[in-house]
Nanobody, 128 residues
Framework: QVQLVESGGGSVQAGGSLRLSCTAS????????MAWFRQAPGKEREGVAA????????EYADSVKGRFTISRDDANHSVVLHMNGLKPEDTAMYYC?????????????????????WGQGTQVTVSS
């Protein structure tokens, strides 16, 4: 059974930094993409960043390019999201996601419909 466990959320002031980590178990790590999504109250869940756990390909949402960095910790089957220059609009519940499908819906690597495993989420709050 696949489990994704997130850690590292919290509250910071604008301009601050946070590091989110997601550890996968029971998952065929190294064969597909893992990603971070976020959902603010009243808004749709949106993709933030993705990384291929084997090939290392990366994808970022325009809203976080230059501020967030996604990386892998292969020894621990983990993906890490480094968030710098945080803004109040980054406030959301952040979810780790993983996929093991062979096909894509065609809406992009950061489309939530392409991910079939989800963590419980970790809250990030940025105050102005």
């Amino acid at each position: 059974q696949v489990q994704l466990v997130e850690s590292g959320g919290g509250s910071v002031q604008a301009g601050g930094s946070l590091r989110l980590s997601c550890t996968a178990s029971g998952y065929p790590y190294g064969r597909n993409f893992m990603a971070w999504f976020r959902q603010a109250p009243g808004k749709e869940r949106e993709g933030v960043a993705a990384i291929h756990t084997g090939l290392g390909g990366l994808e970022y949402a325009d809203s976080v390019k230059g501020r967030f960095t996604i990386s892998r910790d292969d020894a621990n089957h983990s993906v890490v999201l480094h968030m710098n220059g945080l803004k109040p609009e980054d406030t959301a519940m952040y979810y780790c996601a993983a996929r093991d499908r062979d096909t894509w819906t065609g809406f992009g690597i950061l489309d939530k419909r392409d991910y079939n495993y989800w963590g419980q989420g970790t809250q990030v709050t940025v105050s102005s």
